[in-house]
């Protein structure tokens, strides 16, 4: 069943969508790029707040926009996975060494941390082209987001087709997968049947849609509503 991923740029931001029924708290600076990152004490007061706050949703942490240099992505991947989140995401693009950081980052997974890729959908061509890497790696996840918000949503640059063939070849290698970018309320219709494990959002949760924006609760109800619970287990 797909869940509900809800980036948050602040503490308030991150009990709001707890309490709006996010299932999976993404620690996020929207100012700060594709994947702006919260400075490390900060990530590591969210996690703190969550565990006082009795908040039961897994944190995901970005790393920022970095530059694909092996050695830099893997310490960044290494700080922010040491600050206690339950998963750390790092943007792949197609300059420089993804490839080389993919392998590096192999490092750390093998030490359990819980690497989700981000593949950029206005970027790649074929997204699916470094998942075999990225699975032998040992991530624990994929996902497909955009990095220029300004040019449009994830179904402006790739068609429900080549989503569907992306999550298959995914879930295909064991991997987590998710969909994000610019997502809109009406977009969750065509989204849910492709079966992602999650769909991220920021911007259709904002006030007037506005990504930089304060989280507004009636518009994270909003969206809450249209992707299904999770039924409760155990």
């Known amino acids: 069943m797909t869940r509900l991923l809800a980036s948050v740029a602040s503490l308030e931001e991150l009990a709001l969508a707890a309490k709006g029924g996010a299932d999976i708290l993404d620690v996020k600076d929207p100012r700060a790029g594709a994947l702006g990152a919260w400075p490390l004490d900060g990530i590591v007061h969210a996690v703190e707040t969550a565990r006082?706050?009795?908040i039961h949703a897994p944190l995901s942490a970005t790393v920022g926009d970095l530059p694909m240099e092996p050695a830099a992505v893997t310490r960044r991947v290494a700080e922010t996975w040491a600050c206690g989140v339950d998963y750390?995401?790092?943007?792949?693009?197609p300059s420089g060494d993804p490839a080389g950081c993919v392998a590096a980052l192999a490092t750390e997974a093998r030490r359990d941390a819980?690497?989700?890729a981000v593949l950029f959908a206005d970027l790649w061509s074929d997204p699916g082209t470094l998942l075999p890497d990225?699975?032998?790696a040992g991530f624990a996840g994929a996902m497909l987001d955009t990095a220029g918000k300004s040019s449009g949503?994830?179904?402006r640059h790739k068609t429900k087709d080549e989503l569907a063939?992306?999550?298959?070849q995914a879930r295909g290698y064991g991997l987590l997968t998710g969909l994000a970018g610019s997502l809109r309320l009406d977009d969750i219709p065509a989204l849910l049947p492709l079966a992602p494990d999650y769909l991220g959002f920021r911007t259709a949760l904002c006030a007037g849609a506005e990504r930089g924006g304060a989280l507004d609760p009636a518009a994270l109800a909003a969206v809450r509503n249209a992707?299904?619970?999770q039924p409760l287990t155990g």
């Open 52 to 54: 006082h706050s009795l």
């Open 88 to 93: 750390v995401k790092i943007g792949l693009f």
């Open 114 to 116: 819980r690497i989700v």
């Open 134 to 136: 990225i699975a032998k």
């Open 153 to 155: 949503g994830l179904l």
């Open 165 to 168: 063939r992306f999550l298959a």
């Open 227 to 229: 992707v299904p619970r």
